[in-house]
């Protein structure tokens, strides 16, 4: 009898141990882009725990990493800096097998955005345009137009963001040019005109630019579309449109990491994302559209209604992504180092 407690209480130790000791899957990915009740789910159904890293720019993802940080799992970087993780080797080729769900991705956005076509190294996870929040309580006969930055008695309520290749892009459609333009006569242009922009902005923000659109801390923001539907929920007066000469259409990603401590539960968490209750269910919560055809009719109808997510064609044709330019990504960090130490 004496053993038979003995060995009861060894096996209970040992299964209290256990639950102690979860598996745990990080994941390096933007601020506040996955539903709270996702993390749940995903955490109870695999007997896990989510530990989340932030975020504020691809650069800024990239550079740490290059510095030796390890221990990520699954990284979301965009569509553009996919192709610059595979190329240094910091991702691996994805095995289809043990992802299911990739057959709920839509075939169009494959096909007409994705760099990517194949999945080969990525599944799609959320895309959107950037363009112009506003207070409209607080700003007049605000015009769809990267202008906006150039309105005076706006000093100092205004933010870009804190990306060369988002700001100098704004810059670049503002003046007729491509978003990936490699002539450094443009981009010295477009640099000029960041740099006139400069004077009346209060920062260069990528992080905490919406809730100081919901306090109205900041009246006019360079925007991802996803933050600005997040920040009217704390400020109904906040509207969000697309500039008339065009932008830039932010494609995010689900990679795994080349050094990820736990590459099976890596697999499980990118296709758990894509199943399309839960697709629908984070696409709601954080207003970005995940390219996901089956998860499209299982959003509601006031989503579905939201112009700025379901592009209309012609706004589309004015619109790119953000491509990775390889040597000549180096015309646009040397811009914007000028941009930010302009006065």
């Not at 006139?196 to 209060?202: H, Q, R, T």
Request: glycine content about 4%; overall charge negative; aromatic content about 10%.
């Amino acid at each position: 009898m004496k053993h038979r407690l003995l060995s009861l209480l060894s096996a209970a130790l040992l299964l209290s141990s256990c639950g102690e000791k979860k598996a745990e899957l990080h994941l390096y990915t933007w601020d506040d882009y996955l539903n709270p009740d996702l993390i749940a789910k995903f955490e109870d159904e695999h007997n896990c725990r989510l530990v989340i890293d932030i975020f504020d720019s691809n650069e800024a993802m990239l550079a740490k990493l290059k510095a030796g940080a390890s221990g990520y799992d699954v990284l979301v970087p965009s569509s553009y800096m996919v192709k610059i993780l595979a190329r240094e080797g910091m991702i691996v080729e994805l095995d289809k097998n043990k992802l299911p769900n990739l057959k709920h991705v839509d075939p169009e956005y494959l096909s007409n955005l994705a760099f990517d076509k194949e999945m080969k190294w990525s599944v799609p996870y959320m895309l959107a345009p950037t363009g112009i929040a506003f207070v409209s309580d607080r700003v007049e006969n605000l015009e769809p137009t990267w202008r906006t930055f150039e309105r005076a008695e706006l000093k100092g309520r205004m933010t870009l963001l804190n990306d060369s290749r988002e700001a100098i892009g704004a810059a670049l459609k503002t003046l007729g040019f491509s978003i990936n333009t490699v002539d450094p006569a443009q981009i010295a242009q477009a640099r000029d005109l960041v740099i006139s922009w400069k004077k009346n902005l209060a920062k260069f923000e990528s992080d905490q630019y919406d809730s100081g659109l919901a306090s109205a801390e900041f009246f006019v923001s360079q925007a991802y579309a996803g933050d600005a539907f997040q920040a009217q929920e704390d400020n109904d007066k906040i509207d969000f449109v697309v500039p008339k000469e065009g932008t830039s259409v932010a494609c995010d990603d689900l990679v795994i990491s080349k050094t990820a401590p736990n590459p099976e539960l890596a697999y499980a968490f990118v296709n758990f994302i894509t199943e399309p209750d839960n697709a629908a269910v984070n696409m709601e919560y954080i207003y970005y559209l995940a390219p996901n055809k089956t998860a499209y009719d299982l959003v509601s109808k006031e989503f579905r209604e939201i112009d700025a997510l379901f592009l209309d064609a012609e706004t589309m044709k004015k619109c790119e992504v953000i491509d990775d330019l390889g040597e000549n990504n180096k015309l646009y960090n040397d811009a914007w180092d000028l941009v930010r130490a302009a006065q």
